[in-house]
């Protein structure tokens, strides 16, 4: 009889230390408090590219998505989250770029039928010629009889006017244009690029009957001037190709999304690649271990018998040792707050120390239990 008491006890002992990590890894408790943007192109049953998918492919990844228990928001509940309000948890927004025919013929009954919100970034200058591309594109009177249903909760923004173009295989709107044999100066570099937006918004504001704040970047191609110049012709949120997980805390004219349009991404793989992403970026760290950090964000590091460690990334070489203080990269030394120390004969360094000496951003995944760099970055200080 005593015997069984102990077993019991230590039973009830496991259970307790490990629902926890049961309970946070289910399907109705992945994440909270950010949004999986997800961006799609074109769908299509005989098209091939890396951006187009059959229907068939759209419509099962979603449906898969809803039996995992993600919850889609629209782009009004995506603002109203990025000012400070709240959002569901496993938040998910559908976005499409280009404004292609094949979102009208093909994607916008899928989503209707499901009762799933959608915005679609619309390259405008194709209104007036939907024909004018390699793919045929929405017209207008196909736009209005979307909007013409606002059960559907489907919306139309910016993807430029004339600016979805490359210059030498750059982004028209971060490049500057060589006209007769004379680049662009700085003043008419920015000129081009806030009367293409403000034509863009435009168009779409006689469209949708009210204003156009709303922008995804032609190719994600973006830099601090392009978003500024943008942010001047009206736009409050920008969304690029960065495959991160969109938080409260980042920079609303540098949203990330996560591909679903690639016909390799199934269903399932959609669904890993999200909770791959999760992240917090408010979690404090002390010591962490060092090897397996810095190769979590892609780096090396190499631990030698001597205490010598050495560490890689991004074609830098740093080196430092056991119970060291400094950490040189090349001829520079830096300062750490806290010395280098060992656990088990493994190194371990400070979390913000490892931050600051390799110039990243490090982000937590509460689900994974790993670190990884973040590249989007942060919302300015007011």
Known sequence: MKMLLVKIIILLFIGVSILPFISSSSPNDMYEDEVAVIMYHHLSDTAKSNVTITPDLFKKQLEY??????????LDQFKHYMAGGEVPDNAVLVTFDDGYQSFYDRAYPILKEMHIPAVNFIITRYLANPNGGNIPFMSREQL??????????????????SLHEQINGQPMLTSKQTIDGAVENNVEYANRVVSDTETCRSKLSQINGGPT???????????????????????????????????????????????????????????????????????????????????????????????????????????????????????????????????????????????????????FNPIAKTFSERLTPLKKEE
Request: hydrophobic residues 30%; proline residues 5%; charged residues 25%.
């Open 65 to 74: 998505l809803a039996s995992k228990h993600y919850n889609f928001i629209t």
């Open 213 to 363: 704040s709303t922008y995804a970047y032609p190719f994600g191609g973006v830099d601090p001037i392009a978003a500024d110049l943008v942010h001047k012709a009206g736009i409050e949120y920008g969304f690029t190709t960065v495959s991160e997980m969109a938080t409260r805390d980042d920079d609303p004219l540098q949203i990330p999304r996560i591909t679903g349009g690639n016909p390799s991404i199934t269903p399932e793989e959609l669904h890993r690649t999200i909770i791959r992403k999760v992240v917090n970026l408010n979690q404090q760290f002390g010591y962490i271990p060092f090897r397996e950090s810095v190769g979590q964000v892609g780096g090396t590091m190499i631990q030698d018998k001597d205490g010598t460690i050495n560490f890689y990334y991004n074609g830098n070489h740093w080196m430092t040792r056991k119970g060291s203080s400094t950490v040189m990269l090349g001829d520079k030394e830096y300062d750490l707050e806290s010395p280098i120390t060992l656990k088990r004969r493994h190194a371990q360094i400070q979390y913000d120390d490892l931050q600051r000496v390799m110039g990243i951003k490090m982000a």
């Open 144 to 161: 209005k009889e979307v909007l013409s249903h606002p059960e559907d909760q489907i919306e139309f923004e910016c993807h430029s006017d």
